[in-house]
């Protein structure tokens, strides 16, 4: 069976699935995905160098912020 945002396994009911991707280098991007649908990517263009962070109501699940904090260039 498939199970949300390609996990191995099911969460419980009233549990929500994620996945965090971190990359690697310049070869695969970063990626967020919650409750099966896919917050930030390479593909949506809203990722960036550094600290990616999608911001996500715990009761709702409802997509709230995202955005990108570069530590490199301060």
Do not use: E, W
Not at 20 to 44: E, Q, R, T, W, Y
């Amino acid at each position: 069976p498939q199970h949300k945002c390609g996990n191995q396994k099911s969460c419980p009911q009233n549990y929500f699935a994620f996945k965090i991707i971190s990359g690697a280098a310049n070869v695969v991007g970063p990626s967020i995905c919650f409750d099966d649908l896919v917050l930030m990517s390479s593909v949506k263009n809203n990722i960036g160098r550094g600290l990616n962070i999608a911001l996500v109501n715990g009761t709702t699940g409802q997509l709230l912020k995202t955005d990108a904090f570069d530590m490199y260039s301060g």
